[in-house]
């Protein structure tokens, strides 16, 4: 079994930062792809940031580059999104998802191309 377990949200000022931290709980399975999605009230899911778990390499949607972070520390199975300079359209509930199948979908953030996702944590902007 295969579980995503994302840490504890939390409210942060405008332009302020915030870690997020995504456990991956598997005796087993190996995630190629690790991402972060987000969903506003009453807005649909939208796709945050990706990172190749082979390589590294990393992949943002416009709202958030050069703000976000996508990290991993792959020994310790954890996935992280450094939130900096937060705006109040970053508040939501956000979700890390995985995928096994390397697919540049998935890079790209393609939703239906992953499938395990955790329960998601939520955000909030306020001062």
């Known amino acids: 079994q295969v579980q995503l377990l994302e840490s504890a949200g939390g409210s942060v000022p405008p332009g302020g930062s915030l870690k997020l931290s995504c456990l991956l709980v598997?005796?087993?399975?190996?995630?190629?792809?690790m991402a972060w999605f987000r969903q506003a009230l009453g807005k649909e899911r939208e796709w945050v940031a990706s990172?190749?778990?082979?390589?590294?390499?990393?992949y943002y949607a416009d709202p958030v580059k050069r703000r976000f972070t996508i990290a991993q520390d792959k020994p310790q199975n954890m996935w992280y999104l450094q939130m900096n300079t937060v705006v109040p359209a970053d508040a939501g509930q956000y979700f890390c998802?995985?995928?096994?199948?390397?697919?540049?979908?998935?890079?790209?953030?393609?939703?239906?191309?992953?499938?395990?996702w955790g329960q998601g944590t939520r955000v909030s902007v306020s001062s």
């Open positions: 998802a995985g995928t096994r199948s390397f697919t540049h979908g998935a890079l790209l953030g393609v939703a239906r191309e992953f499938g395990t």
């Open positions: 598997s005796s087993t399975e190996r995630m190629r792809i």
């Open positions: 990172i190749h778990t082979d390589d590294g390499s990393t």
